[in-house]
Structures are given as C-alpha cells and as structure tokens.
C-alpha cells in the first residue's frame, strides 16, 4: 500500500545541478525521517542526506555536504533533494527512504524505499 515514486533523475556533465522528487503515497510523510540513499555500482548503500521529522534538523555526507540540499513538503507529500556541482563521483542509483518518527542515524535500513533514481555525471 506504501508507495514512493521518484523523478529527476539524469544524465548531467560534471559541474551540473539535478533535483530529485520523492513522491509519497499511502502515508502521511509529516511522521517520517525521509532519507536519500545512494548505491553506486560495486558498493554497498551509502547515505547521503536525512531530514527529520520532528523539526527538520538535517543531515548531510561529508561527501555531499555543501553541494546537496534535502527538503520537505509535507503537505504535498513530497521530498526533494538538490544536487549542484555534481561530480563523476556522485554516479548512483539515488533512493528515497522513509520510516516512521525514528532517528536519522542509519537511513540504509529505514522501512520504506523507493525504485531508484538513476544518477549519472559525466566528467
């Protein structure tokens, strides 16, 4: 009954900007940590941004701190997140990630998850 559809997602040369969409349905996303999990290939899953949902404290990789900016509009059911100065390094499948009123501490086993976004940033 839960479902999360993602778009956004591309082919964009190094330096260039993607924002990706996470659509919830069968949830009310005001009472969920939303994540972005990437995997790129060979790797294990990676998380790269967490939003809560308490107060919107967020959370950012290292890698992507300064670069990626996660966000939520919860009376649209709907997450984003901004990705600018995109490297060949960002290359991944992007997930959206749910679970209920919970922490951000490890979003790669958070309940719900989207298809996967495609990534891909060309050098």
Not at 6 to 12: K, T
Not at 64 to 69: A, E, H, L, P, S
């Amino acid at each position: 009954q839960v479902h999360l559809e993602e778009s956004g997602g591309g082919l964009v040369q190094s330096g260039g900007s993607l924002r990706l969409a996470c659509v919830a349905d069968g949830l009310a996303l005001k009472y969920y940590e939303i994540a972005w999990v990437r995997q790129a290939p060979g790797k294990e899953r990676e998380g790269v941004s967490c939003i809560s949902s308490l107060d919107g404290t967020t959370y950012y990789a290292d890698s992507v701190k300064g670069r990626f900016t996660i966000s939520r509009d919860n009376a649209q059911n709907t997450a984003y997140l901004e990705m600018n100065s995109l490297e060949p390094e960002d290359t991944a499948v992007y997930y959206c990630a749910l679970d209920f009123f919970t922490s951000c501490e490890d979003s790669t086993k958070f309940e719900f998850w989207g298809q996967g976004a495609q990534v891909t940033v060309s050098s």
